[in-house]
Nanobody, 120 residues
Framework: QVQLVESGGGLVQAGESLRLSCVAS????????MGWYRQAPGKQRELVAA???????NYADSVKGRFTISRDNAKNTVSLQMNSLKPEDTAVYSC??????????????WGQGTQVTVSS
């Protein structure tokens, strides 16, 4: 009954910004790590950024200094602020969360993905 829903993708020009958001809902007991992955056509999925429940973060080297991940534990949301976007950032971005459902253990959950396209 857990669901992750993403929003905020779109088409922008190089140098512009986008903010992605993801909301987790359902019979959630707790959420450990949340993060964002991306996959471009013909390439493997890669971790973009992740954040733990106490605020520790990890970023891919390619986005350090440009992207910022944040979360609101009370609202079960995670966001990705993407600044100075480049054409190579073009990909489908997916939300990830490790969630413990009520009466269960931690499991991995994924959103449906949202398209980000950066034109030159």
């Amino acid at each position: 009954q857990v669901q992750l829903v993403e929003s905020g993708g779109g088409l922008v020009q190089a140098g512009e910004s986008l903010r992605l958001s993801c909301v987790a809902s359902g019979n959630i007991f707790s959420i450990n790590v949340m993060g964002w992955y991306r996959q471009a056509p013909g390439k493997q999925r890669e971790l973009v950024a992740a954040i733990t429940s106490d605020g520790r973060t990890n970023y891919a080297d390619s986005v350090k200094g440009r992207f910022t991940i944040s979360r609101d534990n009370a609202k079960n949301t995670v966001s990705l602020q993407m600044n100075s976007l480049k054409p190579e950032d073009t990909a489908v971005y997916s939300c990830y969360a490790s969630i413990r459902r009520i009466g269960s253990s931690f499991s991995d959950y994924w959103g449906q993905g949202t398209q980000v396209t950066v034109s030159s």
